[in-house]
Nanobody
Framework: VQLQASGGGLMQAGGSLRLSCAASGRTFSSYAVGWFRQAPGKEREFVAAIRGNGGVAYYVDSVKGRFTISDDNAESTVYLQMNNLKPEDTAVYYC???????????????????WGQGTQVTVSS
């Protein structure tokens, strides 16, 4: 599965961005899809995930109430809507996928089989 992440950019604090993760040549219907982020000098951390079998979503506490993960009706793209952005959200954001049957907690990097190339999000204060 090849993933293409897009939608990053420069935004002032309090603004919004929507990231997209598209799968080339297939849908996400049988995959869980997640978003991770990595700030300079820090480890890659879990942000959100959506299950392929019903769309149950999970979030890290720091983004709950501000970020929303969703998929389109065709399940070919997964979005991360980011509202009320904060400077601490600045990072490279990566999307990842794993077959739904292999999904565990989703919290750790090594649980995910496929990764997109990353898109930079910079939030200025």
């Amino acid at each position: 599965v090849q993933l293409q992440a897009s939608g990053g950019g420069l935004m002032q604090a309090g603004g919004s961005l929507r990231l997209s993760c598209a799968a080339s040549g297939r849908t996400f219907s049988s995959y869980a899809v997640g978003w991770f982020r990595q700030a300079p000098g820090k480890e890659r951390e879990f942000v959100a995930a959506i299950r392929g079998n019903g769309g149950v979503a999970y979030y890290v506490d720091s983004v709950k109430g501000r970020f929303t993960i969703s998929d389109d009706n065709a399940e070919s793209t997964v979005y991360l809507q980011m509202n009320n952005l904060k400077p601490e959200d600045t990072a490279v954001y990566y999307c990842a996928a794993v077959p739904e049957g292999d999904y565990n907690s989703g919290w750790t990097v090594d649980e995910w089989d496929y990764w997109g190339q990353g898109t930079q999000v910079t939030v200025s204060s």
